[in-house]
């Protein structure tokens, strides 16, 4: 098995995952605002699912660097998956703690979902334009960890969008 495909199969499960938060994004829209904070037990799941979408991150950064001759297409099907999950988990998540972050930092913390998307953004555009990793042969680790970081800024970007126009009556 090429590392092509090895890297592709490891996407796989961005496809459940993404319809999982699909349909729980579907339902909070359906039924509106949530009116109580969140409970600790929903907390901790919601920690663990993040906590495992970052790690799967970290993984994606790794095969990148490690698994040589990793063609474009598949280099940029398995970050954009990783982002489309990422966002929605991420959109999930934040509309699941939006009572207790209301209540906590009032209606402007969705506006600032943009300091981490500019770090993120900012460290990913240094390493990118740094040297390329499209035009090489291998990716080195600080590279492929540059494109995921640039993935996961827009990912939160699209996550800060989502919440702003679909679900503004949140915050």
Known sequence: MTGNVALFITSIPDIFVTIFFARILQGYHRNGPLTAA??????????????????????????????????????????????????????TGLLYLSVELNRRFGKPWVKSLDFPYLLLGFFGLLRILNGSPAIADHYYFLDALGLVCVAIAIAARVAKAIIEVFFADWY
């Open 38 to 91: 969140p409970s600790s037990i929903g907390r901790i799941a919601l920690t663990v699912l993040l906590i495992g979408i970052f790690l799967c991150a970290a993984f994606v950064a790794i095969s990148l660097a490690t698994i040589s001759g990793i063609t474009l297409y598949t280099a940029a099907a398995v970050i954009a998956g990783l982002a489309i999950t990422t966002a929605l988990g991420l959109t």
